[in-house]
């Protein structure tokens, strides 16, 4: 069942790429969600996600990264 969450990294890496955000969710209600879905099915739910266009305003910066000479440095 975990392996779901991988499946997930694709539509993560992809969204962007397309002009859409994508915002995965985990601590949701599963039974809930399994009952509204996936009743009668052995299908179970891992996450979910929202997949959209958001509103540039409130579109936070991208925190500051490390180059990789500062990431791979053996101090």
């Excluded at 991988?6 to 209600?29: E, I, N, W, Y």
């Excluded at 266009?53 to 500051?64: E, I, K, T």
């Amino acid at each position: 069942m975990r392996n779901g969450t991988l499946q997930g990294a694709l539509p993560h890496r992809r969204c962007p790429g397309v002009g859409t955000g994508l915002r995965p969710m985990s601590g949701f209600d599963n039974a809930g969600v399994d009952k509204a879905f996936f009743s009668g099915t052995r299908i179970q739910s891992n996450f979910i996600c929202s997949i959209g266009y958001g509103d540039p305003a409130s579109v936070f910066p991208r925190n500051p990264r490390l180059s990789f000479e500062e990431a791979s440095r053996w101090a």
